[in-house]
């Protein structure tokens, strides 16, 4: 990507960082390492020789060229690490930026749109692809970039970038119609309220027979190791949590743009619970708890701030524990 013209300038470079951040979170599933991918990029652009950065036609497809491959390395680093990891691995959860208080400096993850490709059920698909499908297929079919200029992210042909994109988007099953944003909504309020009341028949009921439950607590805080199946399974596992540590607060919070749950103590937030609703029913929960995938809820220790019910839960936000 990016052929040469005359009179590129840093500040043309730089306009394109908020593109680069979104294309690097949907790569990498993380927002720390998206913002270090792009960091790297804009290092390697400004560490070019002035006559060579003039000569590039296109600063961002250059830059993102760039933060492709980059990307494409640390997913490949990434396998090997998360072979490492204890228990279940899964991808940093985003508050709505207008849930945020407005104070501090600016996030990252306050310029990651979102939209269908960063919901937490789209980014675990995400997850199953490999390093090279996940590229062409997000480029291709998230961004819409040609696959010419995949082809130089990837050190391959235009067809067989098409042939990876192909492979990956197998794996990504056709959707189920999601249900509207009130609907799914409801659903996650009433999960939220038949678990503070300790009423499993009503939990049962909100769950779909075949749900699963995945938490991730990276061995830093007390979670499950591995996924909790069945409804029955679920409502037992939460009721007994909540026998375990009253009188903390769950908040209904948008989490990658979806309903979802946050938990909190004190102000600081220990738990992001995101939903899969499929037929009126909850199909998934992903309840992240490795404190170093909270920062963007936090700042300076405290909850994100912003519209939305919260009531004293009688649970722990330590989902999954």
């Known amino acids: 990507m990016g052929a040469a013209s005359p009179g590129t300038d840093g500040r043309t470079a730089d306009g394109e960082r908020r593109q680069l951040i979104n294309v690097a979170y949907r790569l990498l599933g993380s927002v720390t390492e998206a913002e270090d991918a792009v960091q790297d990029a804009y290092a390697r652009w400004y560490g070019l020789p002035p006559g060579r950065r003039e000569e590039i036609l296109s600063p961002g497809a250059w830059l993102t060229t760039v933060t492709g491959r980059i990307c ?132 049962v009921a909100l769950l ?35 026998d375990k540590a009253p009188g903390l607060e769950l908040l209904e919070r948008s989490v990658n743009g979806v309903p979802g749950l946050v938990a909190r103590h004190a102000g600081r937030v220990v738990t992001v619970a995101a939903f899969d609703v499929t037929g009126g029913r909850v199909s998934r929960i992903w309840a992240v708890r490795n404190p170093g995938k909270l920062r963007p809820w936090t700042r300076e220790g405290q909850v994100v701030s912003g519209p939305g019910p919260a009531a004293t839960a009688r649970s722990s936000p330590s989902v999954g524990e």
């Open 72 to 203: 494409l390395d640390l997913l490949g680093s990434a396998r090997a690490r998360r072979e490492r990891y204890v228990g279940a691995w899964l991808p940093e959860p985003l508050p709505d930026r207008s849930e945020r208080d407005g104070t501090g400096p600016p996030d990252p993850a306050d310029q990651i749109v979102l939209d269908e490709s960063v919901t937490m059920a789209f980014l675990v698909v995400l997850e199953s692809m490999t390093p090279a499908e996940r590229v062409a297929f997000v480029l291709h079919d998230v961004f819409r970039y040609p696959f010419a200029e995949i082809a130089d992210v990837l050190g391959r042909t235009p067809a067989a970038c098409k042939q990876l994109a192909a492979s990956a988007r197998r794996r990504v099953s056709a959707p189920a119609p999601s249900p509207a944003p009130d609907g799914r909504a409801e659903a996650v309020r009433h999960v939220k309220e038949a678990w503070q009341t300790k009423d499993i028949a009503a939990l």
């Open 208 to 242: 779909d027979p075949a749900a699963v439950m995945t938490a991730d607590g990276g061995g830093l805080v007390g979670t499950v190791l591995r996924p909790v199946e069945g409804a029955l399974r679920i409502a037992q596992h939460l009721l007994a949590i909540a």
